[in-house]
């Protein structure tokens, strides 16, 4: 018979007792939570960008007479509808509706014959200039005609592919939900009272105040990435940071640690993806497509890139939804920190210490 020293079975129990007390419900659900975003990451970047597809670009059409119209008929019907074409007056006011950000491309049909022109804008993405290229370019083979590109909105030869709006735009909001989860790991997730609600918040904005004005310069001034000017820049990028911040305080505020992660399944995991940034909107499947203007990245990749190339046309509803998380974010920050939660009476009074019976007898 084997008998197991009683120094082994000590340290075994000791150790299973250290597993038992570092392994707690809490913490087996915040690791089951992280295994969650790992693989709706993998799923979100990979479906949305795994496979990109034109579909209903908006797009003009110049050309005389009923030209125009055989024309949209013409590309209307294009296998997979990559194009949502629609007549426009002339060359001119074409490009007033690229500029706008109405239209994302045009055809200028020449009546006699030559070669047309095609209107494009890599400044509000590379891939989706070039995309543009191969459709009409494709359509106009079939019809034996050719078309020479225009860049009316060319992006910055330092742009690489048009996207260093969409960086800058993911440094402003990592640095939003980075300080905030800071302010949360410091002091705890939840403010105790809507002081310190208020202080985490107006650390949020002189952070976001300093981090818009350093992306600002670095990515014009320093680099010359962007020609956009920088005040401009600088204004938007302390919106989104804050914003972004906001509500990752409000989401801590409500669901405490837990809300770090949901800020990141909202800023990061559905966010970049569907920002536009890598595949402008029309590339993307429908449910990034839609998804992405209503979320910061993708407002402010859309801002950024007005601003930078578009002379700052089109922002106002991007900045709209971006004020609309700064706002709502705040509110709720505030809310939070005065509605009852059950502990915290207990957290803001001092420990009382241990009473001692009295011997009996």
Same mark, same amino acid.
């Given at each position: ?33 992280v ?5 709706l990451f ?6 949305a960008?795994h496979?990109p ?14 030209a ?21 007056a ?15 491309g ?20 590379t ?14 083979q ?7 590109t225009?860049?009316?909105?060319p ?7 048009? =996207? ?11 640095g939003?939900? =980075? ?10 997730a ?16 002189l952070?976001a105040?300093?981090g ?13 990435a ?51 940034g ?5 590339l ?32 106002t509803?991007a ?8 706002? =709502? ?5 505030m =809310? ?19 009473t ?6």
């Open positions: 018979m084997s008998h197991t020293p009683a120094g082994s079975r000590t340290r075994s129990g000791s150790f299973l007792g250290e597993v038992k007390d570092a392994v707690t419900p809490r913490a087996t659900l915040l690791v089951l939570g295994i969650a975003l790992q693989l993998i799923a979100s970047y990979v479906g960008l496979d597809k034109p579909e209903d670009v908006p797009f003009g059409v110049a050309a005389p007479g009923a125009a119209g055989q024309t949209v008929d013409r590309l209307e019907r294009l296998p997979g509808s990559p194009l949502d074409p629609r007549t426009v002339d060359e001119a006011d074409a490009r007033k509706q690229i500029m706008n950000r109405e239209i994302d045009a055809l200028i049909v020449n009546p006699e014959g030559g070669p047309d022109t095609l209107l494009v804008a890599s400044g509000g993405g891939a989706l200039a070039t995309t543009l290229e191969r459709v009409v370019g494709k359509a106009e079939a019809e034996q005609r050719t078309a020479r225009v860049d009316v909105a992006a910055s030869p330092h742009d690489f592919n048009g =996207l260093s709006s969409f960086y800058l735009v993911v440094g402003w909001c990592v939003g939900y =980075l300080c905030a989860s800071i302010l949360a790991i410091s002091t705890g939840r403010p105790s009272n809507p002081r310190r609600a208020a202080i985490r918040l107006i650390v949020m904005a952070v105040i300093v818009g004005l350093g992306g600002a310069v670095i990515v014009g001034p320093i680099l010359g962007l020609p956009g000017g920088v005040l401009d820049l600088w204004g938007l990028g302390a919106l989104i940071t804050f914003a972004v911040g906001a509500a990752t305080l409000a989401l801590q505020g409500v669901f405490g640690i837990v809300g770090i992660g949901l800020a990141i399944l909202l800023v990061v995991i559905a966010g970049n993806p569907s920002a536009g890598a595949f402008p909107l029309p993307l499947p429908p449910f990034w497509r839609a998804i992405g203007p209503a979320l910061p990245p993708g407002a402010g990749t859309w801002a950024a890139r007005s601003i930078a190339y578009f002379k700052g046309n089109d922002t509803a900045l709209l939804v971006l004020w609309a998380w700064a706002v =709502l974010g705040t509110v709720i920050t =809310l939070a920190s005065v509605l009852p939660r059950r502990g915290r009476q207990e957290e803001e009074l001092p420990p009382t210490p241990p001692s019976a009295a011997p009996a007898g």
